[in-house]
């Protein structure tokens, strides 16, 4: 069986281009696409549940935190990989921390998003070095400063 995605983000153009990647891959399937949070929510409470929830962060209505959050708060077994241009390390750390479980740059090369997505699936999460970077930096920031 195949694993289920929602892609949630406002840029209708990144949307349809993301689900045509990812509708190439052999192990998964876009099931909607969804330009912010609450649309996502509504889908949801509908009972069209993805196993995996590509997020922007940057949305109208509901952005990618709140969404983020509820998922965590209300459907935990959902996986969520943010995915934004945002590579500030307060935006990455406060995905994480709102129940994200990778964090991938929109710069990144097409087959980084397989790893990722099949990652999350087979590990139950997905770090670049990059994110590792940030996060490592977030939780010692005096170490790094001073070494």
């Known amino acids: 069986m195949k694993t289920t995605i929602a892609i949630v983000d406002d840029h209708e153009l990144m949307a349809k281009a993301l689900s045509g990647l990812v509708q190439k891959y052999e192990d998964y399937e876009v099931i909607y696409e969804a330009n912010n949070g609450k649309e996502l929510l509504n889908r949801i409470k509908l009972k069209m549940v993805p196993d995996v929830v590509l997020l922007d962060i940057s949305m109208p209505e509901m952005d990618g935190f709140e969404t983020a959050l509820w ?48 990652a999350i699936v087979q590990k139950g999460f997905y770090y670049t070095e990059f994110v590792t970077g940030q996060l490592i930096k977030s939780l010692n920031p005096e170490t790094l400063q001073n070494p």
């Open 71 to 118: 998922l965590k708060n209300n459907y935990p077994e959902v996986k969520v990989l943010a995915l934004s241009m945002n590579d500030k390390e307060e935006s990455i750390v406060g995905m994480l921390r709102n129940g994200a479980r990778g964090y991938l740059l929109k710069g990144c090369k097409p087959f980084e998003l397989k790893q990722a997505l099949d």
